[in-house]
C-alpha cells in the first residue's frame, strides 16, 4: 500500500476533509507532529509516497523561536529536488516556496481570513485547480505570503495577494489557502486561533463555513483525484 505522511505543526490544523480522501485513493495515512518530530519519522516522511505540509500559526523564518522548521524546510526541500509528490497548504506552502529559495515574508496588505473566490492564471485553468472555478469561495487564513519561486508556475491569486497557488512540475503543489475543511473541522479552528480573528465575528465565519465548506467538499475531491492522477 502506497504511504501518505502529513506533517501537522499545530494538532486542530490536519488534513481534515483531505484525509478520507486519501484513503480511497489507495494510501495509508500518517501524521508527524513536527514539534517533537525524531530524525526517524522524519526520515519516514521523506520516504513516503506523498508528503503533505499542514498549516500552522507560525512563520517560516521563525526557525530560532521554532527549531523543528529548518528541518521540515530542508525535507521540502530534497523532496522538491527528487521530484516526490509533495503537497503544501498555507504555511507548508510558505515551506515549500522557501525550500525553493524564494522569500517568505509579513504580507504588506494585512492578514487575510475568511471564505473568498480565487483568480486563477491560465496555467491554473489546465491544472487540477481547474475544478474549483473563480465562483466557489476558499477559506483563506495568513498573514505572511512569498515570491513565485524560480522553475514554479503560478496558478492562483486573490484580491489581496498574488501568490495564492503554484505548481513545481507535476509534484509539487502549494496552495496558499485552505481547501481541506470542514465545518466541522473548523470548530477546533475557532477556539485554537481566536488570538488572529481581531475584530472578526465568530459567528458569522461559522455561518459562512457550514454553507461554502459542504460547497467546497466535492471540488476538492476533483482537484486530489486529479493531482493524484497525473502523479502516475
Given at each position: 500500500?502506497?504511504?501518505?505522511?502529513?506533517?501537522?505543526?499545530?494538532?486542530?490544523?490536519?488534513?481534515?476533509?483531505?484525509?478520507?480522501?486519501?484513503?480511497?485513493?489507495?494510501?495509508?495515512?500518517?501524521?508527524?507532529?513536527?514539534?517533537?518530530?525524531?530524525?526517524?519519522?522524519?526520515?519516514?516522511?521523506?520516504?513516503?509516497?506523498?508528503?503533505?505540509?499542514?498549516?500552522?500559526?507560525?512563520?517560516?523564518?521563525?526557525?530560532?523561536?521554532?527549531?523543528?522548521?529548518?528541518?521540515?524546510?530542508?525535507?521540502?526541500?530534497?523532496?522538491?529536488?527528487?521530484?516526490?509528490?509533495?503537497?503544501?497548504?498555507?504555511?507548508?506552502?510558505?515551506?515549500m516556496?522557501l525550500?525553493?529559495?524564494?522569500?517568505?515574508?509579513?504580507?504588506?496588505?494585512?492578514?487575510?481570513?475568511?471564505w473568498?473566490?480565487?483568480?486563477?492564471?491560465?496555467?491554473?485553468?489546465?491544472?487540477?485547480?481547474?475544478?474549483?472555478?473563480?465562483?466557489?469561495?476558499?477559506?483563506?487564513?495568513?498573514?505572511?505570503?512569498?515570491?513565485?519561486?524560480?522553475?514554479?508556475?503560478?496558478?492562483?491569486?486573490?484580491?489581496?495577494?498574488?501568490?495564492?497557488?503554484?505548481?513545481?512540475?507535476?509534484?509539487?503543489?502549494?496552495?496558499?489557502f485552505?481547501?481541506?475543511?470542514?465545518?466541522?473541522?473548523?470548530?477546533?479552528?475557532?477556539?485554537?486561533?481566536?488570538?488572529?480573528?481581531?475584530?472578526?465575528?465568530?459567528?458569522?465565519?461559522?455561518?459562512?463555513?457550514?454553507?461554502?465548506?459542504?460547497?467546497?467538499?466535492?471540488?476538492?475531491?476533483?482537484?486530489?483525484?486529479?493531482?493524484?492522477?497525473?502523479?502516475?
Amino acid at each position: 500500500m502506497k504511504t501518505a505522511v502529513a506533517l501537522r505543526h499545530i494538532a486542530f490544523e490536519d488534513l481534515d476533509g483531505i484525509a478520507p480522501l486519501l484513503t480511497r485513493a489507495g494510501y495509508e495515512v500518517h501524521y508527524v507532529d513536527t514539534p517533537n518530530a525524531t530524525d526517524k519519522a522524519l526520515k519516514q516522511a521523506g520516504d513516503a509516497d506523498l508528503l503533505v505540509i499542514l498549516g500552522g500559526p507560525i512563520g517560516v523564518y521563525q526557525t530560532v523561536e521554532f527549531p523543528f522548521l529548518q528541518a521540515v524546510i530542508d525535507l521540502a526541500q530534497a523532496r522538491l529536488q527528487h521530484g516526490q509528490p509533495t503537497l503544501g497548504i498555507c504555511l507548508g506552502a510558505q515551506i515549500m516556496a522557501l525550500a525553493l529559495n524564494a522569500k517568505v515574508y509579513a504580507g504588506e496588505s494585512g492578514k487575510e481570513i475568511g471564505w473568498s473566490p480565487l483568480s486563477l492564471t491560465a496555467e491554473g485553468r489546465q491544472s487540477p485547480l481547474t475544478a474549483l472555478g473563480e465562483e466557489q469561495p476558499v477559506l483563506h487564513w495568513h498573514g505572511d505570503t512569498f515570491d513565485l519561486p524560480q522553475g514554479a508556475v503560478r496558478l492562483a491569486s486573490s484580491a489581496l495577494y498574488a501568490n495564492q497557488a503554484f505548481a513545481y512540475g507535476k509534484h509539487g503543489l502549494a496552495l496558499q489557502f485552505h481547501i481541506e475543511v470542514t465545518a466541522a473541522g473548523l470548530e477546533r479552528w475557532y477556539v485554537g486561533h481566536i488570538g488572529e480573528l481581531g475584530g472578526l465575528s465568530i459567528p458569522e465565519l461559522r455561518k459562512q463555513g457550514q454553507v461554502l465548506a459542504p460547497q467546497l467538499a466535492p471540488k476538492l475531491e476533483k482537484v486530489i483525484a486529479q493531482w493524484l492522477g497525473q502523479l502516475s
